[in-house]
């Protein structure tokens, strides 16, 4: 059993989750999301992002548009969908039971 | 838009390729793709804000590092790839690179061994018995080697070992073939595939080209690989020659030194030797002066055998050798003044004189034999009774013996009886010419009325061939009367002509002339 294995897979385990909450408020692109993620220290490198928003694309939870930018080349912004915030909600709950659970179980 | 320079630009391409085949299973990998090339430009658009304007294999470098190598990627699809059951089979499927780290030529046997999960040894046996049938297992080789890709990033060589192949991953691969190839049918453009067989073109003359490279890579190996057994071949010669002799020279060498003088009379041409010198002292110098050569063939073959053998301290090698040159010399040495040894004869000579009254007195005769010796020459392996033959005395004392002997009758012109015994010997100067000769030890009495010799002489064992030998001048009054045994008379019959039959036990002879007695008694 490797350690950094497991930190890193449980770290992985809420990314998903995170993404979702990060775009909750706002309307972000990638390296938007990165910021967030990468101060949190969720993701030690960037790559591992951009199949995860592509799954979430796919699963209809994200949408995207493109907006140009100055300097640069046009932006993905991503946004929740309906069933995004939705499997959001049902996210957060599951996070806070889980979370609970966890303390629970840990703190005894 | 930027400047890129072209080893960070084949960097970038490898690393983009490798994120793309560790991909392979997730739909929609063109779009992740396109997302990541964007984040990296917007990450070299930082790089290139102060003043910089190309992209160099640092900055390449610094982005994979924050990017993540392309394993990064793929663990996430197995983390959260739940929801689609063949994803997770399939995304540790192998794949087909040539493994040039367990590389033989070009590591295709190695590659298609993971690929099949069977020991590359199987398959590298497969292919010498295809080539061995007509070359076809050559061609096949080449052909894969420019097909399979080098497996050069971990995430490749991850790809190359993954899981083995099972119903499930070849279900999907099958799938994806049919999706992939539908989605090219719906997305036709002309552009995209000009562009494809313009690519598809570049790489397949990279691909000649790094084939032409490694070809002549694998060229060499094989020119150096066969020289290499060439060499071992002849290192294991050059070791089996050289440990033999050496051997042979011990034995013989400790078997000489055992040698003595009992072995000896059967070894003769051995021990005959032609050395004033100790024996040992010759044996010794031969030893080293053919030992030493093929102790050095020796030490070249286990050289050439073994890589690593460590090399003689040039300061021994000098000492072999000198001590090698020493011994040839020494050799040389001996051999000449052995040649020039035999260069003085000499003789010692004893002589006695005896009034005798020929015609009433009777001189008595005795030739003397040594049993003990006859038995030794019977033994002999040569035979040759004058050769000095090695044996004991009775003090038992090594000794040579030999019946070199020369026994001339003469008239003597006075009434006295004559004996003079020359002892001769040869050497390299007339002191040890003479010396040798005193040596020479022969029994005989001259007393009253009797004559007793040997028919033998003796000589010290350390003086081998040195010409000894014994020459009786016996000088008679004409008409002497001489009674001789049976015995001496076949012994003196070598010398004499003895006129008469001797077969009866003991005769009267006569002195008639020069080497000539006639029996009076005989019938």
């Known amino acids: 059993m490797n350690i950094e294995n497991t930190k890193a897979q449980m770290r992985k385990g809420v990314l998903e989750y995170c993404i979702l909450s990060v775009l909750n408020n706002k309307d972000l692109y990638a390296s938007e999301i990165l910021e967030h993620l990468k101060q949190a220290k969720l993701l030690v490198v960037e790559g591992t992002l951009y199949p995860l928003l592509t799954r979430l694309k796919n699963a209809e939870l994200l949408q995207y548009r493109w907006e140009e930018s100055t300097g640069g080349p046009p932006r993905k912004y991503y946004t929740l969908t309906d069933l995004g915030k939705k499997f959001l909600a049902e996210l957060d709950q599951t996070w806070n039971e889980l979370n609970q659970a966890v303390q629970q179980v840990t703190q005894q | 838009m930027f400047y890129i320079d072209e080893d960070a630009y084949q960097q970038l391409k490898n690393y983009l390729g490798a994120i793309e085949r560790s991909l392979s299973s997730s739909e929609g990998k063109e779009e992740i793709i396109a997302d990541i090339e964007s984040r990296i430009a917007e990450l070299f658009n930082e790089k290139l804000k102060d003043n910089k ?72 046996l497969l292919f010498l018995a295809l080539s061995g049938s007509g070359g076809f297992g050559l061609l096949l080789y080449a052909i894969l080697w420019i097909g399979m890709p080098e497996a050069k990033t971990t995430a490749q060589k991850l790809e190359m070992k993954g899981e083995p192949i099972n119903l499930d991953t070849i279900e999907k691969k099958v799938k994806e073939g049919y999706q992939s190839v539908k989605k090219n049918v719906e997305e036709v453009d002309l552009n995209e595939v000009g562009q494809k067989i313009k690519n598809e073109g570049k790489s397949l003359g990279d691909a000649l080209s790094t084939f032409i490279t490694e070809f002549f890579g694998v060229i060499t190996t094989i020119v150096k690989g066969f020289f290499q057994i060439l060499g071992k071949l002849i290192g294991l010669v050059l070791i089996t020659v050289g440990s033999g002799v050496l051997i042979a020279l011990l034995i013989v060498f400790l078997f000489m030194g055992m040698i003595d003088v009992h072995l000896a009379k059967d070894w003769g041409f051995i021990y005959q030797g032609f050395s004033d010198y100790p024996e040992w002292l010759m044996h010794l110098l031969l030893f080293i002066a053919v030992g030493i050569p093929f102790f050095s063939l020796l030490l070249v073959g286990l050289q050439m055998v073994f890589n690593q053998m460590s090399k003689l301290h040039t300061g021994v090698k000098v000492g072999l050798f000198a001590l090698w040159l020493l011994s040839v010399v020494g050799l040389i040495g001996l051999g000449v003044t ?12 004893e002589e006695k004189n005896m009034l005798f009254e020929a015609t009433t007195d009777t001189l008595t005769l005795d030739f003397k034999r040594d ?66 000769a005193k040596a020479v030890d022969y029994e005989w009495s001259l007393n009253q009325d009797s004559l007793v010799l040997s028919d033998y002489f003796t000589t010290p064992s350390r003086w081998k061939n040195k010409g000894q030998s014994v020459k009786i001048g016996l000088e008679l009054p004409k008409g002497t009367l001489v009674k001789m045994s049976e015995r001496s008379a076949e012994g003196l019959e070598h010398f004499w002509q003895l006129n008469g039959d001797r077969r009866k036990n003991t005769h009267l002879w006569v002195v008639e002339d020069q080497d000539q007695l006639r029996c009076l008694d005989c019938e």
Request: net charge negative; charged share 25%; hydrophobic share 35%.
């Open chain 2, 53 to 124: 304007q190309v992209i160099n294999q640092q900055d390449v470098l610094s982005v994979i590092q924050v990017m993540g190598e392309p394993e990064d990627y793929r663990v996430d699809e197995e983390v959260f790839g739940g929801d689609e059951k063949q994803s997770k089979s399939n995304a540790s499927s192998r794949k087909l690179y040539r493994d040039t780290d367990n590389k033989m030529l070009a590591g295709v046997s190695a590659g298609l061994g993971h690929y099949l999960g069977i020991n590359k040894n199987w398959i590298r």
């Open chain 2, 338 to 349: 052995q040649l020039n040894s035999d260069v003085v004869g000499t003789q010692h000579l």
């Open chain 2, 371 to 436: 049993s003990k010796l006859d038995m030794l020459w019977e033994d002999a392996y040569w035979q040759d009774q004058r050769t000095l033959t090695p044996g004991y005395d009775e003090q038992g004392n090594e000794i040579l013996a030999s019946k070199k002997i020369n026994l001339s009758l003469g008239l003597s012109d006075t009434d006295q009886i004559q004996v003079a015994v020359a002892k001769k010997a040869r050497g390299l100067r007339y002191n040890s010419a003479l010396d040798r």
